[in-house]
């Protein structure tokens, strides 16, 4: 019997930086050696703080289920971090923890979306914002933030764009997959077009130049998504958060305990000693990054893959390969392949990424020149 999936889970497309790593996967396992460029995770440990409280937690006996919203001490981390990082003066009572940032913005876009609501997003943007809507009903409306548009969602871009059924706009600063910041007053701009703001801040922490700016500054009713995988180095913990108005709190909390019931306990109390104990840890690894992203970004300017606005966010850089053809995937493919040197095809970010390729330095400054040197070499000969 032919398989018959709703249009809604239909127009959801592959995540394709994920082919890429899967093939990866299968090189290595035929015994060839592959530079891992592709995927944004970091790879440093996770701090030894996380580790010996969750591992502490096991041995005490916190396996069961906590409340939905997340342990109190958490939420009241959680708030107390936004309130000394960026001024803020938020109540406990806004955050709602969740395991990990995805789950939490396909309960947001629930709350939030009707069927055929529209959400405002970069052109280019992070692969799975557009299946995250989709997946609620939504309709993705794309707004050109490219290389002309210095790869920032901006006010003047977003205005003709905005219609009776545009419920949120959606920003991610810093950028996946550009690595590019907004200001404080483009936010402002942003939230002053009178729509509801959802800010992806995952990155946040991970800048390199003046300090990441909260859309809570900007709009107090914003909604936040952050979490622990990217600044702690905690992919694997599954354990993120949304700031909220409080009148969505207990919206979201219905959802979570039928959707999840809670996030894991003792990841909870590795997430609560990272924000207590591990900031000094995260600072390390963001000076190392910051390091790795000036050989990234020298090392594919001297190949030949210019990045017009040099990433001060985030571990990425999105290189301009159009003049090696305009299909990004089949380009990503034949590097792998011929090379060993895994990146992300620009076109899992959008048709704006179309003819770019993403590099993460997620790996060694001696991994990087490596693998940029032979993809470099490859280029020249084709």
Same mark, same amino acid.
Request: with cysteine; glycine share 8%.
């Given at each position: ?236 913990? %599954? ?52 390091? %790795? %992203? ?89």
């Amino acid at each position: 019997m032919e398989l018959s999936l709703p249009r809604r889970i239909r127009t959801i497309k592959p995540f394709l930086v994920m082919d890429i790593l899967e093939r990866a996967r299968q090189l290595e396992a035929q015994g060839r050696e592959v530079i891992h460029l592709e995927v944004g995770e970091p790879d440093f440990p996770s701090p030894p703080a996380a580790v010996e409280a969750a591992q502490r937690a096991l041995a005490e006996g916190h396996t069961h289920y906590t409340t939905a919203l997340g342990i109190p001490e958490l939420r009241e981390a959680i708030a107390d971090h936004y309130n000394r990082t960026y001024g803020l003066a938020l109540s406990p009572q806004r955050v709602v923890v969740t395991t990990g940032t995805s789950p939490a913005m396909l309960m947001l876009f629930s709350v939030l979306l009707e069927e055929g609501d529209e959400v405002i997003l970069s052109d280019p943007h992070y692969a799975c914002y557009p299946s995250f809507i989709l997946s609620a009903g939504g309709r993705p409306v794309l707004v050109p933030a490219g290389a002309e548009e210095g790869f920032v969602l901006r006010a003047e871009a977003v205005r003709p764009r905005l219609g009776p059924r545009t419920r949120a706009i959606l920003l991610n600063s810093p950028s996946n997959p550009t690595g590019s910041r907004l200001m404080k007053e483009e936010i402002a701009a942003l939230a002053d077009l009178g729509v509801p703001i959802v800010s992806d801040e995952i990155y946040h922490g991970l800048s390199y130049g003046e300090r990441d700016h909260s859309a809570l500054e900007c709009a107090e009713e914003a909604f936040v998504i952050n979490g622990f995988s990217k600044y702690f180095a905690m992919t694997g913990w %599954r354990l993120g958060y949304l700031i909220l108005p409080e009148r969505y709190v207990r919206p979201l909390e219905i959802l979570q305990q039928n959707y999840f019931v809670s996030p894991n306990p003792f990841v909870q109390r590795g997430g609560l000693a990272a924000l207590r104990r591990a900031i000094p840890d995260a600072e390390r690894m963001r000076e190392i990054y910051d390091a %790795r %992203r000036k050989v990234m970004i020298q090392g594919l300017k001297a190949i030949g893959l210019p990045v017009h606005r040099e990433p001060d966010g985030a571990f990425y850089a999105f290189a301009d390969a159009r003049a090696h053809g305009g299909d990004s995937l089949a380009l990503a493919r034949e590097i792998l392949e011929a090379t060993g040197v895994a990146a992300a095809p620009g076109a899992d970010f959008g048709p704006g990424g179309e003819g770019y390729l993403r590099f993460s330095y997620c790996n060694s400054a001696e991994n990087i020149e490596k693998g940029l040197e032979r993809v470099g070499r490859h280029l020249a000969r084709r």
